[in-house]
Every structure is written in C-alpha cells, then in structure tokens.
C-alpha cells in the first residue's frame, strides 16, 4: 500500500475507535471437535469495512493499529462483544468455548486481566467459556510484565491457547514456560500433512509432542477433504478451517452450528 493510502488508513482507523467503533464488527469461524464431529466453539475475528476502502483485511488494520496504539482499545470491545455472543450460545451449548485474540500491545497494559474479570462477572458468564489466543513470541517479547499477564489471565480461569504454532520463534520455550491449555498449530503445516499421500510428520509429530506434555491441540486451516482425511486419525482434538466453516456473522454462526 502507498504511503499516503497508510496516512489516511491511520487517520480513518483512529476516527473509527473514537466513533464507537464505526464500521467494525465480529465474526465467528466454527471450531470442531475432530473425535465427534460436534462444536467446540468459535474464534472471533475482527472485521473492518470504511466508506473510502470498503471491506479491510485483519491482516493490513490489526499491524496498523498495533502500531498507533488503538489495538488495545478494539482488543477490548472485541473481548466484550464475542463474551456476550459467548453467554447467549452458552445457553444453547453449555460448554462453548468462545476464542479472543490478544495482540502484544495488551501485555503493556496490565489492566487487561481486570478488563476480562469485570466484564465476565457483569455477564455472569464462566471464565472457562472463554479462552484467550495468544502468538507464541508473545509473552517472550513481552519481558516480565508479559509474562505476569500471561499468568494473571491463567488465574481469571480463561483457557489460554498458543496460536500459530511453529511459525515464529522460541515457541518451544513458551511451550514449556507457559500453562497453555490449547496449542493451534499454524495453518501453513495442513498443506504439508495431506501432501504425497500423508508421508510428511510434521503435523503428527508437532502432536505427539503437544501431547507429551499434556497440552491439546487444534488445527488450523484444514480447507479440503483431502487434507481432513490427511489428519483426522492423528488424534488431534479441535479442528478449524474453511471445511468446516468460515468466519461469518453471528446471525449466520448461530442458523449454521448452533
Ligand atoms: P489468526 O489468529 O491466525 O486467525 C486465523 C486466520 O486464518 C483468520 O484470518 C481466518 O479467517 C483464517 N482462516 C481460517 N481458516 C482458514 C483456512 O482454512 N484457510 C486459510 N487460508 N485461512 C483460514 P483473518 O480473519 O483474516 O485474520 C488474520 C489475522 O489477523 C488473525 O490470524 C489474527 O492474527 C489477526 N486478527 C484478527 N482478528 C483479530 C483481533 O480481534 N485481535 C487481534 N489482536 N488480532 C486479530
Ligand atoms: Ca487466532
Ligand atoms: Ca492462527
């Protein structure tokens, strides 16, 4: 993108968040049970549409908005809107599990943990309907107050997951160091796994070790039946991709799976 598109994304980001989060919304992408076919839950996605721009991709706002410090306030009314979807589908399955990501800017921010505990109890919502997605290199680049939030998020009762596994650095090291409940193995491995019939031991291999040391997995971007059929005997609990689901909106989400 030009710079100058950049200035103006920036200047209509900031407009956006000051304007109760104009043009913003959630959407909700199905997480399976691989042993019963049944819904896990959902991961929130965040979703960005401007009259100048039309639909923005996460992938161009959320780096941006990491950027200009706005991430923190979205991270919060994302957080607050998935728990509310999460407390209504919980009255039709009890043991959903609603999935919210944290960008690394939340780690300065000690009152993140406090944000989660207060909007929980006014919800009446379980903490463990909730889990918090994190990206491995994240409570290693976060130094010490990274890794206290790392563990005062644990202490609200939130799952914690370790997203995209394997695609970034020291992940083992998070691995070992932090109570991660779910590790997602990044999307890229999927496409490897269902190559020349299934001979690659990656997938299966990044498994056992998950399992070894008690962690569950999810995979992600499983897109094809050819890749499902690749990895569904591999004993990996959760699946997510665009064969079972797309992230769509919550009327959708819920006509759909629930
Ligand atoms: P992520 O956390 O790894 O989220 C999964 C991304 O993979 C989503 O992209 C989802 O639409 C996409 N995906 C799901 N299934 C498949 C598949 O089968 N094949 C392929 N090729 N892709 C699949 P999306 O929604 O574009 O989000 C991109 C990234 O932006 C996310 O990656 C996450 O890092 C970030 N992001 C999105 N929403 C938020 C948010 O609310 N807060 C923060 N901090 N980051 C967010
Ligand atoms: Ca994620
Ligand atoms: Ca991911």
Known sequence: MESLDRTELDFLLRD???????????????????GTGRLYGAEALARWRCARFGNVGPDVFIPMMEENGKIVELGKWIFRKAA???????????DFRMSVNLSCRHLE???????????????????????????????????????ELVFGLQETGMGLAMDDFGSGYSSLLSLQKFPFQLVK??????????????????????????????????????ETGEEYEAVRRLGIEVMQGYYFGRPVPAEEFERLYL
């Not at 509310?84 to 009890?94: A, V």
């Not at 990044?186 to 399992?211: E, I, N």
């Open 185 to 222: 193995i990044d999307k890229d491995f999927v496409k490897f796994a269902a190559k020349d019939g299934g001979q690659d031991d990656f997938v299966p291999s990044l498994t056992r070790l998950c399992h070894s040391v008690g962690r569950q997995v999810c995979l992600e971007g499983v």
């Open 109 to 147: 921010k000690a009152d993140m943990k406090q944000f989660a505990r207060i909007t929980l109890q006014r919800l009446g919502l379980p903490a463990r309907n909730m889990m918090v997605e994190l990206t491995e290199s994240w409570p290693v680049s976060g130094g010490k107050e990274g890794e």
């Open 16 to 34: 956006s968040v000051e304007n109760g989060f104009r043009g913003f919304a959630v959407s909700y992408q199905p997480q399976i049970r691989t």
């Open 84 to 94: 509310e979807q999460c407390q209504k589908w919980r009255g039709i399955q009890p």
